[in-house]
């Protein structure tokens, strides 16, 4: 069983920034991928970007690529979401899940989910 939290959500203006972090609970943390989703109102959870359990690989999606950075700690058991030039389309809130499959972007493959952290992006 690994549990989640995340934090680091807030209101910024856009072109600001924010950093999401997420901690899990338990020993194997480096075992798994982990993946940061988000889901703004009304609309599915989509998939941000992933991260290895080593952290020497990572994907992002294409409206994130270049703005939006994954990486990890895995002494501290901690992932991280740097997120900068943030734009109102960025509003969601926030999730981060731990998988065993590979650099995988589906949500059905993450077992494990943190509660969220809202991200709000005024213009």
């Known amino acids: 069983q690994v549990q989640l939290v995340e934090s680091g959500g807030g209101l910024v203006q856009a072109g600001g920034s924010l950093r999401l972090s997420c901690t899990a609970s338990g020993r194997t943390f480096m075992r798994y991928d982990m993946g940061w989703f988000r889901q703004a109102p009304g609309k599915e959870r989509e998939f941000v970007a992933v991260i290895s359990g080593s952290g020497g690989n990572t994907y992002y999606e294409e409206s994130v690529q270049g703005r939006f950075t994954v990486s990890r700690d895995n002494a501290k058991n901690t992932v991280y979401l740097q997120m900068n030039s943030l734009t109102p389309e960025d509003t969601a809130v926030y999730y981060c899940?731990?998988?065993?499959?590979?650099?995988?972007?589906?949500?059905?493959?993450?077992?494990?989910w943190g509660q969220g952290t809202q991200v709000t992006v005024s213009s």
């Open positions: 899940a731990a998988s065993t499959a590979t650099m995988t972007r589906k949500t059905e493959d993450y077992r494990y």
